[in-house]
């Protein structure tokens, strides 16, 4: 079984156009994360839930929007893409009552907007 | 295919070498520390951690040194093979806040 799972894999669509993303862990962690991945590989947050309430809310445009409807989903919506939004965008839960806060990662969504 | 991040710093390895990868992080306050590995395709996969009050820490192949005086972190990996291919992260983090990572580095190794 798949610890974090995202769909799709693989999004490409046009500017102005809404997406969404979703993510799912089976782990039973309490807290969720979406990070962003640009061309040079670097890696940086962007939300984080924790038992379905916000508590990281990186300096993000508000078109991109997380829901988690419950623990084990954190969902990304994102309005009016623009070129820029290309990236790829990755999953992650983490259990914060651990000594060290080792984050699971989902395999990742490639957005392109063309 | 995917862009492999060119302006990443890359280390080539013959197979059978040791790696050593570094990393220098900025947060003198930060408890722990990971390191992380990312295949192509696919997310960032946890390798070792190591605790700020340590300075050393072995895995499986793998050695994690942390020089908090210079606020430095190596990744040893013994016996490179062609599977160890990848990129490779660290992260700083404080317990009850966020994991921060640093750029990345890629491996190449030669078989």
């Known amino acids: 079984d798949t610890a974090v799972s995202q769909t799709p894999k693989y999004l490409v669509t046009q500017m102005g156009n809404d997406k969404s993303i979703k993510c799912e862990q089976n782990?039973?962690?309490?807290?969720m994360y979406w990070y962003k991945q640009d061309s040079k590989k670097f890696l940086k947050i962007m939300f984080s839930?924790?038992?379905?309430?916000?508590?990281i809310n990186e300096t993000v445009p508000n078109r991109f929007s997380p829901k988690s409807p419950d623990k084990a989903h954190l969902n990304l919506h994102i309005n009016s893409l623009e070129l820029g939004d290309s990236a790829v965008y990755f999953c992650?839960?983490?259990?914060?009552?651990?000594?060290?806060?080792?984050?699971?990662f989902g395999s990742g969504t490639r957005l392109t907007v063309v | 295919g995917e862009s492999v991040g060119l302006h990443l710093p890359t280390l080539s390895v013959q197979e059978g070498d040791n790696s050593i990868i570094n990393c220098a992080y900025s947060?003198?306050?930060?408890?722990?520390f990971i390191w992380y590995k990312q295949e192509s395709g696919k997310g960032p996969q946890f390798i070792i951690d190591?605790?700020?009050?340590?300075d050393k820490r072995q895995g499986q192949r793998v050695t994690v040194l942390l020089n908090k005086t210079v606020k430095h972190l190596s990744l040893q990996i013994a016996a490179t093979q062609p599977g160890d291919s990848a990129v490779y992260f660290c992260?700083?983090?404080?317990?009850?806040?966020?994991?921060?990572f640093g750029a990345g580095t890629i491996l190449r190794v030669k078989s």
């Open positions: 992650a839960s983490s259990q914060p009552n651990r000594a060290v806060y080792g984050y699971t």
């Open positions: 782990l039973g962690h309490d807290t």
């Open positions: 839930y924790n038992n379905k309430e916000l508590i």
């Open positions: 947060n003198s306050a930060s408890d722990y």
């Open positions: 190591i605790r700020s009050n340590m």
């Open positions: 992260a700083e983090g404080q317990y009850g806040n966020k994991l921060v």
